[in-house]
């Protein structure tokens, strides 16, 4: 299936589901906002700042690190002053800049291999000795490795 064909099923399912006509509406109403925003900042600051909610009177803009912020809160009377001047955006009195935090990331959980004394060493290769199972000699043979040294 191409692009195209693609956007149009994704647009035609979410016409016909009512629930998400809303989030759709205000998504649709962020990116127009953003791209408001992002007529009156210069490059670097473009493109490290996102509208988030633009709510009532309020603004929210998330930067990508502090840097940006205090760049951006300089900036914030004339922002205000050029935003003001879009039909949707008459009621904005206030603009609200956060830091957007690292996303989180999990860390993989190392184990540790605990050594084990040279006599358990030992008991684990004589109880290997005297097992039948094959799996389970083998397993004991890999833990009798496990000594300190």
Known sequence: ???????????????KNKRLKPLLANAR???????????????PLKSKCQVS?????RLLIFVDAPV????LRYQIPSLLKQLQQHPEMVKLTFIEIKIQSEPLTLKK????INP?????????????????DDNLKKALLRLSRHTRI
């Open 68 to 71: 940006w912020a205090t760049q």
């Open 1 to 15: 299936m191409n692009k195209a064909k693609t956007a149009n099923a994704v647009e035609a399912f979410l016409k």
């Open 29 to 43: 109403l962020v990116m127009k906002f953003d791209f408001l925003l992002k007529l009156y900042l210069e490059e």
């Open 109 to 112: 959980e190392t184990r540790s």
């Open 53 to 57: 909610i633009f709510h009532g009177h």
């Open 116 to 132: 084990i004394s040279f006599a358990n060493s030992e008991v684990l290769k004589t109880t290997a000795a005297n097992v039948d």
